[in-house]
């Protein structure tokens, strides 16, 4: 037995690389293979005899020699050695060999087991036949888009190519002053101006919360959020690595007394809240519990990240919600809430184009990162916006859709009280966009939904909008009146009292059966 | 001495956390002083005291007060203990308190000092007077604005609100289709045609490398670069925390006879590279050297990261660059090149649209980090993207493009020869957007930028487009042919030359001390 191995041929090996010696040993033989230094029929080094050369246990060799034959390129021949195999094989070897392995070379990376579930959802959603409440959109009977054409032909005759060139990083000019005279109109008081320098333009407010998490969470650090709580939120701080602690929430919002204990045991390094119509139970924190958060938040020195997308879409004079925390704060001279919002929930969800206000030390760090992942915010989108709220047309479009979302609000309430009355109990939320009901029966909503696809009416299960390990929200389900006809939300609820009717058979398939057919996935929330 | 210090309180030590005991202890002591449990004129406990009933040391109790005095909560008193402060300073305090010390709780982050360098020369750039040949931008002259507005409008009359909507985060269907349908009629042979299932839609290229990183780098791994490279790429490998090798480049491109050895010693986890019209050096990596790329690759099982934003902008009918490495893998039945490419530089700046091509794992892992990030790239770019592209309107653009930017690059080059001929060498690039130019002197970029500066032109200095830890580059710098009609190069060229006849002076303030302003920042690269 002759090992026709060439030695000193280029095997040589690292001690200080995180890459284990037989992995080392498999790789160089794998390219001299590759390369037709060890051609078919060779036998490899006895692996005593290479293990002796190199300096390395006879198992590292075993090992190596073990992965390569795995792999096949090489076979174990009994009493004579390890030999490389025959050239027939060659073409299907060279295939394996270019083919890298790319889920070993890819990081691991959290997705969620609800994740896989709402890509399921979004598949069924994207059914013609299906009647979808599940996204967190807009009616599209009233999105502005000939105001928009009729801007973006204006700024382009206007402007020429200037509007189409590079805007900075930290957002249009013009829009941050109309962003920053916003948000300080809302001080109560008008005790503080925020100056444009401390806003930043977003690609939608999504943006902000995946910054605002790599500017502050480390793995394993801790974040509050109420639960249930906006998916979005959750997915990103899961692929932060931080935990999550959820904090129940009743009619006054977050349940704030909770708090207390958490922060004093837990440490969190944030608290993430809707305070206003929150998604998706639509509650309002009180002006009492957002002072009571904003007193624990200054004790305990924890930034609140503030969402607020639905903010202005109260249904009634006298709901106006509270002051956002952003705003009180300011007006007591802190700088510890990092306000979002969006425009993608007034207008349209191709907005994309959000906004952060906040201390000038969080919008440094949070402009350093957008940089590297998009340079900046459409600046097209960014002017047209600047114009759409400078010249009013925004206000006027928030106060036509909130005589709009009341209707539909009410259309769909009147409805689930017809058709699923004995079925569901709903909230009253005051504004924002959705219902928030409660399964009456205990069946979990995502069992709801399964069977709801074959009655052709979806909505996101509560359980897919909940803290991990908290199971309190699986028996609701999130219905969206906002983003539809009366008629067509009527009709969606009349399939759910349907189904809810429908005596609940036994588990018939696992949550992932789901009509998922690799078409295009639309977002969700 | 009597310390009215309530025992038992709310003083609670959690030893498992990562916040140091003496933080824990001054942290509650803080809320209770904020709180109004501790107020004015009250004495804490003395430290050997606490640290007894606290069980902990007596300099941790020491440390804990110390820092309350810091923050000016509490005052030693000689002989009679720690006191809290007086009411007439309770205002001050309560500001304190309400003031979050952001640049504690934010993580630590890589900028480096070239980054702020440049963010010196963006500064420098916005003042009017200034010819800035540094920007990577096309010329403002030839943007179809006037394309892109009428699409913009024929979209909208058309689709409505449809095409405001949501697009899927992987992209809009119609436009992954045209892509895919170039990157397939560019392998060679046309043995593989790419599903629009293996792109991704960006927003920009840049990106695209945001999302690879993150889906492969750890800290302190290794990232494979030329040296020089382009800067937002090199920006993002370092905010992941990896390390960078630069490979040197030639008139072949990168030096890939120096590759091997780099990948046989160091194990990298990817090779970055931009082969065609390379930024900044303009040179093009060989169809030989490509090949050999590509074996190393896949001997080493490394993945390449190709960016190719300039493929398209040859100068010569025979100067048609070799097959993208992405083509080029495919023809041999690889999948291991990550293809990345923009209309940024094709179109304009604001055209915040680029896109991937690669395996269906990277596609999947992108693509899930992107919902985090925008969920997806503006929908209306989009939908015009692919009509100007079914329509042939890019090919003709382009077309029209490399005419142009080959009389630009002419004007240029003849400028350097006639005003800079002593003292810079130029590069003869066949396409692209860059002169990439020695300073004869030895001079550094940067010490001639500040000189240029008092002359109002701008580059980029090579310093700045260097791997760190590597200097080869510095006395280079990047000029941007592509930006500016002839005889605005030329008046550019012409202030260059007059500041290089000025007899180099000693450095008189540190790079630093360029005109930052604080004014709004422009992307560079």
Chains 1, 2 share one sequence.
Request: net charge neutral; proline share 8%.
């Amino acid at each position: 037995m002759v090992s026709n191995f060439a030695l000193g041929s280029g095997l040589a090996l690292d001690r200080a690389s995180r890459i284990p010696l037989y992995q080392q040993i498999s790789d160089q033989l794998r390219r001299q293979i590759a390369q037709g230094f060890l051609s078919d029929g060779h036998f490899l080094p006895p692996e005593r005899a290479l293990a002796t050369m190199l300096g390395v246990n006879r198992s590292t060799v075993v090992n190596a020699y073990g992965e390569l034959a795995a792999q096949g390129l090489v076979e174990p021949r009994v009493g004579r050695g390890t030999q490389v195999r025959r050239p027939s094989e060659a073409s299907e070897l060279e295939a394996n060999l270019r083919a890298l392995p790319w889920p070993e070379l890819l990081l691991p990376y959290a997705e969620s087991v609800s994740s896989r579930v709402l890509r399921d959802i979004v598949a069924l959603c994207s059914r013609p036949d299906i009647i979808s409440l599940a996204a967190g959109i807009p009616n599209p009977d009233f999105y502005p888009h000939p105001d928009f054409s009729t801007l973006f032909q204006e700024i382009l005759t206007e402007q020429g190519g200037h509007a189409l060139e590079h805007c900075p990083p930290e957002g249009h000019h013009p829009l941050r002053e109309v962003l920053a005279a916003r948000i300080s109109a809302s001080v109560p008081g008008h005790v503080k101006v925020v100056p444009p320098e401390e806003t930043l333009v977003l690609s939608g407010s999504q943006q902000g919360i995946y910054l605002v998490a790599g500017a502050l969470l480390g793995p394993a650090d801790l974040v509050i959020t109420e639960n249930p709580t906006f998916l979005g939120a959750l997915s990103v701080f899961r692929a932060f690595g931080a935990r999550i602690v959820g904090v129940p929430v009743d009619e006054q919002g977050m349940r704030v007394d909770l708090l207390e204990e958490i922060m004093e045991r837990r440490r969190p390094r944030l608290i993430y809240t809707v305070p206003t119509f929150q998604n998706p139970s639509g509650v309002t924190l009180s002006l009492t519990r957002r002072k009571q958060l904003l007193a624990l938040a200054r004790a305990y020195r924890v930034p609140v990240l503030e969402d607020d997308p639905y903010s202005d879409m109260y249904f009634r004079p006298e709901a106006v919600p509270p002051p956002s925390l952003k705003a009180l704060d300011m007006a007591e001279g802190g700088n510890q809430v990092i306000y979002l919002s969006s425009f993608s929930k007034m207008l349209f969800p191709g907005m994309r184009v959000g906004w952060m206000a906040a201390s000038p030390a969080v919008i440094e760090r949070a402009l350093a990162a957008k940089q590297l992942i998009d340079i900046h915010t459409t600046s097209l989108y960014q002017w047209a916006m600047a114009r759409y709220i400078q010249r009013g047309l925004l206000d006027k479009h928030n106060a036509a859709m909130r005589v709009q979302y009341r209707i539909q609000r009410d259309a769909m309430a009147a409805a689930l009280t017809h058709y699923c009355g004995d079925t569901l109990e709903q909230n009253q939320p005051n504004g924002g966009f959705y219902l928030w009901c409660r399964i009456k029966s205990g069946e979990s909503g995502l069992a709801l939904l399964e069977r709801a696809a074959r009655y052709n009416v979806a909505f996101v299960p509560g359980g897919g909008l909940s803290v991990p390990g908290m199971s309190e929200c699986e028996p609701y389900i999130r219905l969206n009146f906002a983003c539809a006809r009366p008629e067509v939300l009527e009709e969606g609820i009349k399939r759910l009292g349907a189904v809810l009717k429908v005596k609940k058979p036994r588990p018939a398939r696992p949550p992932t059966a789901l009509t998922h057919s690799g078409q295009d996935l639309k977002p969700l929330v």
